[in-house]
């Protein structure tokens, strides 16, 4: 009897620790500057965080941008991973700038014509007006306040993961690299997935790299497989990309199971 009550005893303990909320990520020591911008017509929030490295030299570094940059969003956990592979020599030392969100699904969205796009948020699509906050107001102002080289980045997750792709077909020459992990290219039926051919086919000649992944998420797995086709279509050389193809992770455990990977592929130019 003693046997069997130990035995039980010893399921709950498991189970309760496999159910466990993980602890918080650690905040990193980090700046936040607030930008007002004429854009977007509010105050925003902006966290950076600087490698040692930046404070032990006077040599510039390269600037990875991230949305769903808040300091209770995805900002401790990216700062802390590319603490850790700048220490390990995996990637070179960066610059991390994350944007807080104030109304994240217009900011993350395009336009859309599908009656349940529009239902998820009051605002929608203004993804184009959020890149032009990035390029013209954002990207000068950390430009002028810190050292950093012409190299940037930009990576983020499902709605950030949609904006990402978006930015990298529409707009490519804004960043060197792109890493989208479950972009959510389903919005608007599918329009990036449908268009993409034709942004390609407009593709600037300067090098670029592009890292995505796709979970095996019903509304993402097939979408993101669809563009990975068609960017292997395209055989552009000038662009480096890799996909990552994620079936048995879901949509809220790809961005923390393959973040590693993504940094190390893409922010290495070799």
Avoid at 108 to 135: C, M, R, Y
Avoid at 148 to 164: D, H, P, Q, R, W
Avoid at 210 to 231: E, V, Y
Wanted: a negative charge; proline letters at 7%; glycine letters at 6%.
């Amino acid at each position: 009897m003693k046997t069997i009550y130990f035995s039980l005893l010893l399921l709950l303990i498991m189970i309760n620790c496999a159910t466990a909320t993980p602890p918080p990520d650690p905040m990193p020591a980090h700046e936040t500057i607030n930008i007002d911008s004429k854009i977007l017509g509010e105050t925003r929030v902006i966290n950076v965080w600087t490698p040692s490295t930046y404070q032990n030299s006077n040599e510039p570094l390269p600037v990875l941008y991230m949305p769903d940059g808040g300091e209770k969003e995805d900002f401790p956990h990216i700062a802390n991973t590319l603490a850790e592979l700048i220490a390990a020599k995996k990637i070179p030392p960066t610059i991390l700038v994350g944007i807080e969100n104030t109304q994240r699904r217009r900011d993350l969205t395009g336009a859309t014509q599908v009656a349940t796009d529009k239902e998820i948020a009051p605002v929608v699509g203004g993804s184009a007006n959020f890149i032009n906050f990035i390029q013209t107001e954002l990207i000068p102002e950390i430009n002028r306040k810190y050292r950093t080289t012409s190299e940037k980045g930009i990576i983020g997750e499902s709605l950030a993961g949609l904006f990402v792709t978006e930015t990298f077909l529409v707009e490519p020459d804004l960043f060197d690299y792109y890493i989208a992990f479950d972009p959510s290219i389903w919005w608007n039926d599918h329009e990036l997935e449908k268009t993409a051919k034709n942004h390609l086919a407009q593709f600037p000649t300067t090098e670029k790299r592009f890292w995505f992944a796709g979970s095996g998420t019903d509304s993402i797995l097939n979408s993101t497989r669809n563009l990975a086709d068609t960017i292997s279509e395209g055989g552009l050389r000038n662009l480096k990309w890799f996909y990552a193809d994620e079936p048995k992770e879901k949509h809220n455990t790809i961005f923390r199971a393959t973040k590693e990977n993504a940094m190390i592929w893409t922010m290495n130019k070799n």
